[in-house]
């Protein structure tokens, strides 16, 4: 099983300020920024590397992200690994005695599927498995 970073996000209180940031002081490029209404949250994208530096802003204070950034702050919300296969990633985690988040993979609405290993079961850090197919 092949395994990359894909992205690591950082939940921001101040999207602009957070870009500013990344763009000036570390010379990051903006590939995308969007809104994800679905997650509740704003996102953009700096690539870095083979992987991406993710921003996420919440849009609400009743998001994952918003309840996140309240309880810790700003900083590391996950790392996400990208895999060539999804469903053989989470049955090596469950044999291993991983508690995922979810029994079946999301669905993004790009189509890409992914699955959230539980902090607890990962040394204290959220995990997202991205599945991404060969040179995609």
């Not at 890409?112 to 995609?136: C, N, T």
């Amino acid at each position: 099983m092949s395994i990359h970073i894909h992205h690591i996000a950082i939940v921001v209180d101040d999207l602009d300020e957070a870009l500013a940031f990344y763009q000036q002081a570390l010379g990051l490029t903006l590939a995308e920024r969007r809104a994800v209404p679905e997650e509740e949250v704003e996102i953009a994208f700096l690539p870095a590397g083979e992987g991406e530096i993710e921003l996420l802003r919440p849009l609400d204070d009743r998001s994952g992200v918003a309840r996140f950034l309240a309880k810790r702050g700003e900083g590391v919300h996950h790392v996400c690994l990208r895999v060539d296969d999804v469903e053989a990633a989470m049955a090596r985690l469950q044999a291993a005695g991983a508690h995922l988040l979810s029994e079946t993979p999301q669905v993004n609405p790009h189509g890409v599927r992914y699955v959230f290993v539980h902090p607890k079961s990962a040394h204290g850090v959220l995990v997202e498995l991205y599945e991404v197919k060969g040179d995609e």
